[in-house]
């Protein structure tokens, strides 16, 4: 009968739980970033292979097994040409991304300027698309349209809007306070998984938010439904309220209300593994 060794049984150290706890942590935000893109079906697709691989083995299937392996062989570069995007904005989000947010905030009359002329677009059912740069910056886009640096006002956003104007098309960028540029172009969106009535304004919307860490505000020239997008999901505004739709737009900046109930660090990390 063999006698278990207690001795040899590690006992996990701090170190190890952080170990766990940071990879777990990483791993779950890179199967954020990949949710509902085309990468994830990938993915299935390469654990179907290796679970192929697998089967062969046991059942000692030789040919199968052999050019199943040959096949794996060549997945490291397969993966860097077909992930090439997925693996860009990963990158890109490392690269601005730290535990204790750091984004320049934005006055609170400013937020309510900006919702009072979403509002009224989406009275009168112009289409609108607004961009607020929070961590990453937005110069590249910024560059595409016609460059404004002016103050933001409900009565500024409404005239750039306004149908049959120069600057309608296209999406203005707030960046730092101002309203940086209009007119701008956006990368659209190629989320398999959007609703096909999505127009190029939803498209642009969601896409800015897959590069970046921006929040966009959509507003729907058919419907004159208000949207928000943040991290390529696109939420409908329900909340009929000005005010809720303000806390609204605070809660997506992750900014501190009027009460200061900003989240704190640990707080922020018990909500991302309640998740």
């Not at 809007?161 to 101002?178: C, M, N, Q, V, Y």
């Amino acid at each position: 009968m063999e006698i278990l060794n207690i001795e040899a049984i590690r006992i996990p150290t701090i170190t190890d739980i952080i170990d766990i706890v940071i990879l777990a942590y990483i791993i779950y935000k890179l199967l954020v970033l990949i949710k509902g893109t085309r990468a994830m079906q990938m993915i299935a697709g390469i654990a179907l292979l290796f679970f192929a691989s697998f089967l062969s083995g046991v059942f000692h299937l030789n040919t199968l097994k052999t050019v199943i392996d040959s096949t794996i062989s060549f997945l490291p570069i397969a993966v860097i040409v077909l992930f090439q995007y997925e693996i860009r904005k990963i990158l890109a989000r490392m690269g601005t991304y730290s535990f204790i947010k750091n984004h320049e905030s934005i006055e609170e009359h400013i937020i309510e300027q900006i919702l009072k002329a979403a509002n009224m677009l989406s009275k009168e059912k112009k289409g609108g698309l607004i961009v607020i740069e929070r961590g990453q910056g937005l110069g590249q886009y910024i560059e595409t349209g016609i460059t404004i640096d002016a103050k933001i006002s409900f009565d500024l956003i409404i005239n750039i809007f306004e149908p049959k104007t120069a600057l309608h098309d296209g999406a203005i960028i707030i960046s730092k306070g101002r309203i940086a540029a209009a007119s701008c172009l956006l990368p659209l969106s190629s989320n398999p998984h959007l609703p096909p009535h999505f127009g190029t304004r939803h498209r642009a919307g969601i896409g800015i938010t897959e590069e970046t860490d921006a929040i966009a505000i959509i507003i729907s020239e058919e419907t004159g439904k208000i949207s928000f997008a943040k991290n390529g999901t696109i939420m409908h505004y329900k909340d009929k309220s000005f005010e809720g739709m303000k806390n609204h737009l605070i809660g997506l900046l992750e900014m501190e209300n009027k009460k200061g109930s900003k989240k704190n660090l640990l707080g922020k990390i018990k909500e991302a593994f309640k998740k």
